[in-house]
T-cell receptor, first 109, second 116 residues
Framework: GQNIDQPTEMTATEGAIVQINCTYQ??????LFWYQQHAGEAPTFLSY????GLEEKGRFSSFLSRSKGYSYLLLKELQMKDSASYLC??????????FGRGTSLIVHP | GAVVSQHPSRVICKSGTSVKIECRSLDFQATTMFWYRQFPKKSLMLMAT?????????EQGVEKDKFLINHASLTLSTLTVTSAHPEDSSFYIC????????????FGPGTRLTVL
């Protein structure tokens, strides 16, 4: 089976940096996704990590440590529009992602 | 590229009626399509996986006779909620993958179902 844990809610200030952590246990591992989901909308793809290390894509970066079962999503220069839910998802042996419960990020002025 | 549409975006129906939701991949062929439901402030719960031309694979606890899935072509999958009840009210989201094994999923905009 798979178990994914991420904080329920985080708050941050506009212009700041925030790190959203995700820890997981899984019997098979192919990769880890991060998705952004605004309220009432479908998730949008942010990143997919297969190998250990940090991958940077503009203001967003994602880190993976397979040995520790740990990932984080780093958001820099926060904007109000970054207020959303951030979903960590694990692709296991079946290649079908399993989603965590998501972290609701609130960005305030 | 990789756009997925869903129709309708919102539907309100009476208890006991059936509702069909369509999911289309507009600019690519989707080998695999997924159906999720999401309750408020909860994560996506995978309901079933469907491959074109074959029967859907349902997750444990999901009634296949209640949630009928048809994946008749590489660009269309449908989910029919049969004899809907208020507890079926939820946000239903489909996603499509271009090929099995390469698992970036492209999500549709979702369908908000309200059963009165």
């Amino acid at each position: 089976g798979q178990n994914i844990d991420q904080p329920t809610e985080m708050t941050a200030t506009e212009g700041a940096i925030v790190q959203i952590n995700c820890t997981y246990q899984t019997s098979g591992f192919n990769g880890l996704f991060w998705y952004q989901q605004h309220a009432g909308e479908a998730p949008t793809f942010l990143s997919y990590n297969v190998l250990d290390g940090l991958e940077e894509k503009g203001r967003f970066s994602s880190f993976l440590s397979r040995s520790k079962g740990y990932s984080y999503l780093l958001l820099k220069e926060l904007q109000m529009k970054d207020s959303a839910s951030y979903l960590c998802a694990i692709s296991g042996g079946s290649y079908i992602p399993t989603f965590g419960r998501g972290t609701s990020l609130i960005v305030h002025p | 590229g990789a756009v997925v549409s869903q129709h309708p975006s919102r539907v309100i129906c009476k208890s006991g009626t059936s509702v069909k939701i369509e999911c289309r991949s507009l600019d690519f062929q989707a080998t695999t399509m997924f159906w999720y439901r999401q309750f408020p402030k909860k994560s996506l719960m995978l309901m079933a996986t469907s491959n074109e031309g074959s029967k859907a694979t349902y997750e444990q606890g999901v009634e296949k006779d209640k949630f009928l899935i048809n994946h008749a072509s590489l660009t269309l999958s449908t989910l029919t909620v049969t004899s809907a009840h208020p507890e079926d009210s939820s946000f239903y989201i489909c996603s499509a993958s271009r090929a099995s094994g390469i698992n970036e999923q492209f999500f549709g905009p979702g369908t908000r179902l309200t059963v009165l």
